[in-house]
């Protein structure tokens, strides 16, 4: 098996190679550049399993880099932790809100920010592999459009069934309904944000079964998440 690759985006030297080393003795191949322009052409040339991204980084703006890892097809679905000083709760929302996956603050302890990259990498991998996205207790059968909940058929509509795919796609990822509209309805839809809500209701009923806990968690002024752990 391949190592995971990490690309480090980081303009503070001193802590750049502590978080190298941290993730070279744990197996990653890590890229390291303090530079938004480069990283972006890094990750063109070959996308990683994970970025850790500063919000201040030279050239680029953190959050401008994670705008376009996002657009580019390649790096769409790259998992992107924000590393950064900015501990208000604007800063994190904004940075979840332009894609990021999750957000800490310094300063942070090394081994915690590689636990949490490990358990971003085990959520992600297994549900990208294959024709069936898998998350604790629901299976969606991409190719035969079924889906499972704990062993029993559920019944969703064509857009339901586009949205639990795409939650199923991001474990754990806030979308803003924006950013829902955009992957669920496409760039160009014309469809109003309440529309979100209401298929979101509509998948609540229909995944929601009786004694089992609330697939879908709502996160207050930034969006909707995937959240078994809620």
């Known amino acids: 098996m391949s190592k995971p690759r990490l ?5 503070d030297t001193a802590l750049a190679e502590l978080l190298d080393w941290h993730f070279q003795q744990e197996g990653y191949d890590v890229v390291r550049t303090p530079d938004g322009e480069e990283a972006l052409l890094f990750a063109r040339e ?5 970025v850790l991204l500063d919000w201040m ?9 994670c705008r376009r890892l996002r657009r580019a097809t390649d790096t769409a679905n790259v998992p992107i932790i924000m590393l950064t000083a900015r501990g208000e709760e604007e800063d994190r929302i904004r940075g979840l809100e332009t894609g990021a996956d999750d957000y800490v603050t310094k300063p942070f302890s090394p081994r915690e920010l590689v636990a949490r990259v490990a358990a971003i990498l085990r959520r992600v991998r297994p ?5 069936t996205l898998v998350y604790r207790d629901i299976e969606l ?3 035969a459009h079924k889906t499972k909940r704990a062993g ?11 949205l639990l795919r795409h939650f199923l796609e991001h474990p754990g ?3 803003s309904r924006e950013r829902l509209l955009d992957a669920v309805w496409g760039m160009d839809s014309d469809i109003e944000l309440r529309t979100v809500d209401v298929h979101i209701r509509r998948l609540r009923k229909a995944v929601n079964l009786p004694g089992l ?9 930034a969006g909707y998440a995937l959240d078994l752990d809620a």
């Open 7 to 11: 690309l480090l985006v980081e303009d």
């Open 46 to 50: 070959a996308p990683p399993d994970i």
């Open 57 to 65: 980084v030279e050239g680029l703006s953190g959050i401008e880099v």
């Open 127 to 131: 549900a990208l592999a294959g024709q």
């Open 141 to 143: 059968d991409t190719m």
């Open 152 to 162: 029993k058929t559920l019944q969703l509509g064509p857009t339901e069934f586009r």
């Open 173 to 175: 990822r806030v979308f």
């Open 213 to 221: 806990p609330d697939l879908i968690r709502t996160v207050r002024s």
